[in-house]
């Protein structure tokens, strides 16, 4: 043993077995996963990538196994592994769905804010004003339709008799009820995610249009657009698109489940759809979560007056968060 080795104590062997972490760098890339995982919506977009892939992992580990079956190397045209997957696809579909008991507490917040900052145009204060109402009929819809189909509340609801409000009075019980059906709750449901997908829509379109407003704007002023914002508006049109990839990748899925028959008659395009607007929408939450280095003083351009009101940069409140409820009790 060298002089300059220090002595193998008990200390020294607990520094070393207990204490290995501290042989570990630090992360970037770990620090920011974990501060974009420990939001809602982070989590929720990295279990939508995972429940997707796997939906369509299934059909193709089906699809090899009857093949392996027919060539005589298996000996029974079945997957246990795509058996064991698609349970794990559903666990994470109701899990998501689950998640979202609390959806309407977004919403009201965010009607109660854009009536106090509205938009910038009538067109969109409209478009958003839809989209938070639209929002209203799909949450109460699909948490009944969850609650419906776990069998925690009853399929029909009992309607009180007019005496029952009046005090000192023995009432009957009402022969009245509202029928629930699971079915018809996911369809309308659905029906409002659709009308809320084609309005994002024409929120992007809009958007789009002062962005370009922006940008000319900017042209035409003595010193020109800065450096620093020439990158912010090329950041704002990858978000438009990545944003418009997700709402696209939406749109099918919507239509689909909107309708009693569907439009597909092979659920392999609504996996692909979900999983196409499962990346997009990963790689514009990871965007959204990274750190960003301060500008420096010589990057802040000089303010000059415009009579251009530009639509302020907020996030959506539902970015990404919404799925169809499933439809396998229709």
């Not at 698609?86 to 917040?109: E, N, T, V, Y």
Request: hydrophobic letters at 45%; proline letters at 7%.
């Amino acid at each position: 043993m060298s002089a300059q080795s220090k002595p193998l104590t008990l200390a020294r062997v607990a520094d070393l077995t207990l204490g290995a972490f501290a042989f570990v760098p630090s992360s970037e890339t770990l620090d920011h996963l974990v501060r974009f995982l420990s939001t809602w919506s982070g989590s929720d977009k990295l279990f939508m990538l995972i429940q997707y892939t796997v939906k369509l992992l299934v059909p193709f580990l089906r699809w090899r196994a009857r093949l392996q079956y027919g060539v005589g190397t298996r000996k029974a045209p079945i997957s246990s592994t795509a058996d064991r997957l698609g349970k794990l696809a559903g666990i994470i579909s109701d899990a998501r769905m689950f998640f979202r008991i609390w959806g309407l507490l977004p919403i009201f917040q965010w009607m109660i804010a854009m009536e106090r900052n509205p938009s910038p145009t009538r067109k969109l204060r409209t478009i958003e004003r839809l989209q938070g109402w639209s929002m209203l009929g799909y949450y109460p819809l699909e948490h009944l339709y969850y609650l419906l189909s776990h069998s925690i509340i009853p399929d029909k609801i009992t309607l009180p008799s007019l005496t029952a409000f009046v005090p000192f009075i023995r009432t009957r019980p009402s022969e009245k009820h509202i029928p629930l059906n699971p079915g018809t709750l996911a369809l309308w449901s659905t029906r409002f995610w659709a009308a809320y997908v084609v309005l994002q829509l024409a929120h992007l379109r809009e958007d789009s249009k002062l962005l370009r407003m922006r940008e000319r704007t900017l042209a035409k002023t003595k010193t020109g657009a800065s450096a620093a914002e020439k990158e912010d508006i090329q950041q704002r049109k990858k978000a438009l698109t990545t944003e418009l990839i997700v709402n696209l990748a939406y749109l099918p899925q919507t239509i689909h489940w909107s309708t009693e028959k569907g439009i597909f008659e092979n659920e392999l395009w609504l996996d692909l759809c979900g999983l196409i607007a499962g990346i997009a929408s990963w790689k514009s939450g990871w965007e959204a979560t990274a750190i960003k280095p301060s500008p420096s003083l010589a990057d802040v351009p000089p303010m000059e007056p415009t009579g251009e009101k530009l639509a302020p940069h907020v996030e959506d409140p539902l970015k990404d968060v919404i799925e169809a409820p499933s439809l396998d009790e229709m």
